[in-house]
């Protein structure tokens, strides 16, 4: 076989799962006393950060210094109650408990890089349940001067507004959130100086001989690539979110237009490469999913943290708690039947919510998205909604609002449902013209089905035996939580867990 290049390992996507492992592998490893991996990082954009860089960036890895550092009561022990009362034993007790072994070394692994700084940051769990750190267990980067960054800076992703519109990251500001996550492992994996950052490398097969992955074919702007890997191969490209082929063949709810990945990526190359070889599969119908804003780009905006409003379905009527964290509510959206409209009136300066990126007024308005009316009656017949519907459901709603209580589906009772108030209320009342309607669809953060791996990451043939040198993390793994998103960072913490086990794994077997 004529290899292009050698290295110990090669890892595809450059989310900030596969820059963990990346790290992982590149870095020294003074327990084992070894030197770092010479590494290779395959991102298929000419941009480095995948949907990770999109992110609020929140890690959830329980159990760690950081929690400890912040005074807020987590522990492994009520990070494992929270997990059993949330997904069981049934078939996922082995990988929670790597989980949550791993996340304590991880943290302090990463923490000895002096790019990686965290801090604990108030966001409640998602559900109520044994366990449960009412303000949240998670934690973020700080952000990273643009500086700092020096010439890399150019090689992260910018926010999903910018991104999507061609422009970089505005000048003079710090990057934030996702992207000092990813700049900050993007430094340090720079430092170790094993590490080549290879964009515009798309992966399109994986090279067997003798039944074990032993390097990758890729695709450049230049033509075909062979790499080789001595060591194994870390799949970690995002999922298929983007590939509207593949979401009708699998039953994702949703649409690939309005899935938050990034153009042109994460349309499932690492996981049919896999397939091809034998690789089984789990959870293709699942995703991370959430409400979002229809924007006039045709694309959709995450929304979440609604301050005020109601969301309702084809029939004017209510069908849960607009206050739910996303994925819960992205699921009740996938359950019920569209179109759906958030109705506000003129308490709300814009939209009572977050989008991402953020919507204005009058271009959604122009575009059709939104529609304004003086009376209720008016703004049924520019939705097509049922006049009577609509107007008895606002009616209710603010019966409720006066009361305080939401008897039909409890919002406001709950941490999650206050976080983004501030401790307001949430519930209030739609009664001052001119009214709105804002279209939602069915979004996601990213499919969370893929490629079947045991607790060290490695992938799993349909016989359910390892395939040797190839392993799998993040969305190009079935994630053990299932159809559950049990809190704010778990795509991303689990991603880097898994990434982070699967080089120790790589490191004590040599081939």
Request: hydrophobic letters at 40%; proline letters at 7%.
């Given at each position: ?26 870095s020294d490893a003074p ?82 890089d002096p790019a990686i ?324 669809v069915l979004s996601d ?67």
């Amino acid at each position: 076989m004529a290899w292009d290049d050698e290295y110990d390992v090669v890892v595809a996507g450059s989310g900030a799962g596969a820059l963990a492992g990346a790290l992982a592998a590149a870095s020294d490893a003074p327990a084992a006393a070894s030197d770092g991996l010479r590494t290779a990082v395959l991102e298929k954009t000419s941009l480095v950060g995948g949907t990770s860089a999109y992110s609020g960036s929140a890690i959830w890895l329980p159990g760690t210094r950081v929690q400890e550092r912040a005074g807020i009561g987590d522990s492994t022990e009520s990070a494992r109650a929270y997990l059993r009362a949330l997904l069981g034993d049934d078939g996922n007790a082995a990988h929670r408990e790597a989980f949550l072994e791993t996340a304590p070394e991880l943290v302090e692994f990463l923490e000895r890089d002096p790019a990686i700084e965290v801090e604990w940051r108030a966001f409640p769990d998602y559900f109520d349940a044994p366990g449960r750190i009412d303000m949240g267990r998670s934690f973020v980067p700080l952000d990273l001067p643009l500086e700092r960054l020096g010439e890399l800076a150019g090689l992260v992703r910018p926010p999903v507004d910018r991104d999507r519109t061609g422009r970089g990251h505005a000048p003079g500001r710090p990057l934030a959130q996702g992207r000092s996550l990813i700049g900050r492992l993007l430094l340090a994996i720079t430092a170790t100086g094993n590490a080549d950052v290879r964009t515009g490398t798309a992966l399109t097969d994986l090279i067997v001989e003798a039944g074990r992955v032993v390097g990758v074919a890729a695709m450049t702007a230049e033509g075909p690539v062979r790499l080789r890997a001595s060591r194994g191969v870390l799949l970690a490209a995002g999922g298929f979110e983007s590939s509207a082929e593949l979401r009708a063949l699998r039953g994702v709810p949703g649409g690939a237009a309005w899935t938050m990945a990034p153009d042109g990526a994460n349309t499932g190359d690492a996981i049919a490469a896999a397939m091809r070889i034998g690789a089984s599969t789990g959870l293709l119908d699942q995703a991370w999913f959430c409400p979002g804003l229809a924007m006039p780009d045709g694309r959709a905006a995450f929304t979440l943290g609604f301050r005020g409003g109601l969301i309702v379905d084809g029939t004017g009527r209510r069908f849960a708690n607009e206050s739910l964290p996303y994925d819960q509510m992205g699921r009740r959206l996938a359950s019920a039947g569209d179109p759906f409209y958030l109705i506000f009136d003129s308490r709300s300066d814009g939209l009572p919510a977050i989008s991402i990126p953020a919507a204005a007024p009058e271009e959604q308005l122009a575009a059709g998205l939104w529609h304004q009316a003086d009376t209720l009656a008016d703004l049924a017949a520019k939705t097509g909604l049922p006049a009577g519907a609509l107007a008895s459901t606002v009616e209710r709603f603010n019966g409720f609002a006066a009361k305080g209580v939401d008897e039909d589906f409890h919002r406001g009772e709950d941490p999650y449902d206050l976080y983004f108030t501030g401790g307001k209320p949430c519930l209030v009342p739609v009664d001052r013209p001119p009214y709105f309607a804002a279209k939602i669809v069915l979004s996601d953060l990213g499919t969370k089905g893929g490629l079947r791996a045991d607790p060290d990451g490695r992938v799993l043939s349909g016989a359910g035996r390892p395939i040797p040198g190839l392993y799998a993390a993040g969305n190009t793994s079935a994630s053990f939580t299932g159809p559950v998103y049990p809190g704010p960072g778990i795509p991303i913490g689990t991603a880097m867990a898994f990434a982070y086990r699967a080089v120790q794994d790589m490191r004590r077997n040599q081939s």
